[in-house]
């Protein structure tokens, strides 16, 4: 199901976006959070394009992740001297021409994986945990709104120019459950 290429190419990507992302945020305490951002960018970035890859096999494609060597690069190159991380780590790669439908649903899953585990952290949240889970929680909640959110803006190569394209109606819904769930975010 997974070739060797693709979890090299799952592992560097994971492995150097949590570099980045814990080096750009908390440069002073790098190596104390970078614990936090593996567990974050695994649930956001892998389960995401994860989604992607097992949709496609369901709708009969072969699909397979490759990293972006020259955007994580970036991403990487960023983190070092800006206070900004622009990440692009690479795809899932479908073999064939999905026709439009199936390319929405392929699409439309890493985000729909970012919004299940976001809104699942939330329901845990409510739950009243302890403080360093609880926060441990919402960080994973809310990476994965924001990755889903961000990933729905209808502009190529982005999830939601492929959805939108295929069904606007799913793609206005999916949406407005996103700004919905960053809303509860903002309250918690």
Known sequence: MFSSREIQDLLISWITLSVAFAWDIHF????????LYLLVVGTAFILHELGHKFSAIRLGYYAEYRAWM????????LAATSPFVFAAPGAVYILGQPNRRDNGIISLAGP?????????????????LPAAVAN???????????LGMFNMIPIYPLD???V???DKGVYFATVLAFLGL???YAFV
């Not at 020259?70 to 190159?77: E, N, Q, S």
């Not at 729909?112 to 409510?126: E, G, P």
């Not at 919402?138 to 924001?146: E, K, L, M, R, S």
């Open 28 to 35: 002073q305490s790098f190596l104390e959070h970078l614990p």
């Open 70 to 77: 020259w955007g994580l690069v970036l991403a990487v190159l």
């Open 112 to 128: 729909l994986v970012n919004f299940t585990i976001a809104a699942v952290s939330f329901t845990l949240l409510l739950l009243g």
């Open 136 to 146: 441990v929680v919402y960080a994973v909640g809310y990476v994965n709104t924001f």
């Open 160 to 162: 939601g120019s492929k």
């Open 164 to 166: 939108i394209v295929w």
């Open 182 to 184: 960053y809303a509860l």
